[in-house]
């Protein structure tokens, strides 16, 4: 097997504009090359957009939210691979070399401060809801304050001699993935300090429908701060501006905020991530699942958390005639996951097509597979968001069914989503 690199395409930072053609990483077997090629492009970060930005940033303290996903792309390798007898090249992945916002920002002698760290942390490494702890950034020597350990909001003292709070993290578009409730946290800490807020906006990979219960307000949590459905279909910015003009902050207080938006986006845009935006959700495929799969969180089931396949399958021990099995075990990704080195029994999703709603199949076929007396734990109304939806499917509601009384509840939050698009 022969491997080589086509081609290759660097700009110079921050003075030229890069222009993606984001590709879709191979999951599984190598396919033609005229297949493989997915353009989604050409898509502009807020973060690539430096010559909005950069001029009010110039003799001010900054702040940085941020985590591995706030980078601008520099250049990218089209890897292909050539097999014993083949003619044709089949194309692999894309290698992409990026700089982080920070680092980006400190050679162009931007003054940064300080950063803040989301669920995850700053490098992106950590396990679901683990306690992030305060630091330092090796590379950098900046003080890291975390935004998911002891508090998650910055402290009128920690904003302290900052001129500018930037907001760069990548969003998946679902309401317990936990970036959005950062962002909350950190308009409202902007707002009370009177500290204008840059959200670098970024695509949202399930941008392209809105579905799902619309969280009742007796359930707030940290997984899901706000009344609108589990997918969203906005970007973050978008999101942000949503926040602020509904005046869902404390006291009704509104963020000095401004998006700097995206280029050549709409919410039909397929876009693929270079990088994954947390541990567990490693490509394409698992963040496409993942509004559908984390109500399994919820329940006895494993979503695949301690496996390679987070996110992409879904088993238990009390799950049986299936036709797939795995075993959970502790992984760089998750320390200790749920029915760890048990042999759970479900079913594999990869080969399923791409979702454009909120597939509760699985959901409802688990529960009626299940030979526990204990499916359903209390993180399961949190993460719904809604007590009904349990209690639909113990009454044997059919998928369609708990649909149908979704849809006064998306047409409310349509209505109030429509105000604050950025793009089509």
């Not at 490693?282 to 494993?302: A, H, M, Q, R």
């Not at 996110?311 to 009390?318: A, N, T, V």
């Not at 359903?376 to 113990?394: C, D, V």
Request: positive net charge; aromatic residues 12%; contains cysteine.
């Amino acid at each position: 097997m022969l491997l080589f690199k086509p081609f290759k395409s660097t700009y110079l930072l921050l003075f030229f504009i890069f222009n993606p053609l984001l590709i879709s990483h191979a999951q599984n077997s190598l396919r033609p090359l005229e297949n493989k090629f997915k353009q989604i492009g050409p898509v502009q970060t807020g973060a690539e957009r430096t010559d909005i930005y950069l001029p009010f940033l110039k003799g001010k303290n900054i702040a940085v939210v941020s985590n591995q996903t706030s980078v601008i792309y520099t250049s990218r390798d089209s890897i292909f691979e050539v097999f014993p007898g083949e003619k044709n090249a089949y194309f692999d992945h894309i290698e992409y070399t990026n700089t982080h916002l920070v680092d980006s920002l400190l050679s162009l002698k931007i003054s940064v401060k300080k950063v803040f760290a989301p669920e995850h942390g700053f490098r992106g490494k950590a396990d679901a809801g683990k306690i992030i702890k305060d630091g330092f950034d090796s590379k950098t020597g900046l003080p890291i304050i975390s935004l998911y350990g002891i508090n998650k909001k910055t402290s009128a003292k920690q904003l302290q001699g900052i001129d500018v709070v930037i907001f760069d993290i990548q969003d998946v578009g679902a309401r317990f993935y936990t970036f959005i409730s950062t962002l909350h946290y950190v308009m409202e800490a902007c707002a009370e300090s009177g500290i204008p807020l840059l959200v670098l906006d970024r695509p949202n990979p399930n941008g392209h429908y809105i579905d799902g219960p619309v969280l009742e307000a007796k359930h707030n949590s940290f997984v899901g701060m706000h009344q609108v459905p589990v997918v969203y279909g906005m970007t973050i910015g978008e999101y942000g501006l949503m926040i602020n003009g509904e005046r869902w902050l404390k006291n009704g207080v509104q963020c000095d905020l401004k998006v700097i938006p995206l280029d050549n986006y709409s919410h039909k845009t397929i876009y693929s991530l270079p990088i994954k935006p947390s541990p567990n959700l490693p490509n394409d495929k698992s963040i496409n699942l993942y509004p559908s799969l984390c109500f399994f969180e919820g329940t006895n089931v494993s979503a695949g958390r301690g496996t390679k396949l987070q996110f992409q399958i879904y088993g238990s021990p009390f799950l049986k005639n299936t036709n797939f099995e795995f075993i959970p075990q502790s992984n760089d990704a998750e320390k200790n996951p749920k029915n760890k080195n048990q042999k759970c029994f479900g079913e594999d999703l990869r080969t399923k097509k791409r979702l454009n709603q909120l597939d509760l199949s699985y959901l409802v076929k688990a529960y009626k597979n299940n030979s526990s007396k204990i499916f359903f734990k209390s993180f399961f109304t949190t993460l719904a968001g809604t007590e009904k939806l349990q209690r639909q499917i113990e009454q044997g509601m059919s998928v369609n069914e708990i649909r149908n009384t979704w849809t006064e509840g998306l047409r409310k939050f349509r209505i109030v989503r429509e105000k604050y698009l950025l793009y089509k």
